[in-house]
């Protein structure tokens, strides 16, 4: 099993563990389709990329073949494309200027279609609600105790999740807008 710092290109059959996110696997079955399988891969993923793929077609995102959770051995696995590239940290120093602007031009576009999207029609998700497109529990690698299938939320609005990130400090005194000051005391 390789990482995917031992090469650009993945081959046919190749296994890729990501040092970040040890428990978290993908199976290179083509060069069109892999498999992204482990403990930390979540149906929530799939449902965030179907949903996108539906309602923002804009955004590129990869197209999800099949999606399921083995309960037995407590993997999920999404069957999804696989779209060439690379991380824009492997070669952000090299890129001039306009190269830079233009990305950053394409990824404000992206956040902003991003932030104009609606909750999902039929999900029973309330309005204002911050959780997985599913209406299920976030989950985030970087959040300790949240890349497992523990998760956190769903939060019913945007204070409280940003009440939980603060890790329940609530000290209000810094916010000069009245309107958000109250919303989250």
Not at 109 to 118: Q, S, V
Not at 123 to 133: E, F, L, R, S, T
């Amino acid at each position: 099993m390789g990482t995917y710092a031992d090469s650009n290109i993945p081959h046919y059959g190749q296994t890729y563990a990501f040092p970040q996110t040890p428990q978290l696997l993908i199976i290179y079955l083509s060069t069109t389709t892999l498999v992204k399988y482990g403990r930390t891969a979540h149906l929530s993923e799939a449902s965030a990329l179907l949903f996108l793929a539906s309602f923002a077609p804009n955004i590129p995102v990869p197209k999800v073949h099949c999606a399921f959770r083995d309960d037995k051995n407590g993997l999920t696995y999404i069957i999804m494309e696989r779209i060439d590239g690379q991380p824009l940290s492997d070669s952000w120093s090299e890129r001039s200027g306009k190269e830079k602007d233009a990305l950053l031009t394409q990824l404000k576009g992206i956040f902003g279609e991003l932030r104009a999207l609606k909750k999902p029609p039929g999900k029973g998700i309330a309005d204002g609600a911050v959780c997985a497109a599913d209406g299920g529990k976030l989950h985030d690698h970087r959040i300790w105790n949240a890349a497992g299938e523990k998760g956190l939320g769903p939060f019913s609005n945007e204070a409280e999740f940003d009440l939980f990130l603060r890790n329940g400090i609530s000290n209000t005194d810094s916010i000069t807008d009245l309107e958000k000051k109250t919303e989250i005391q």
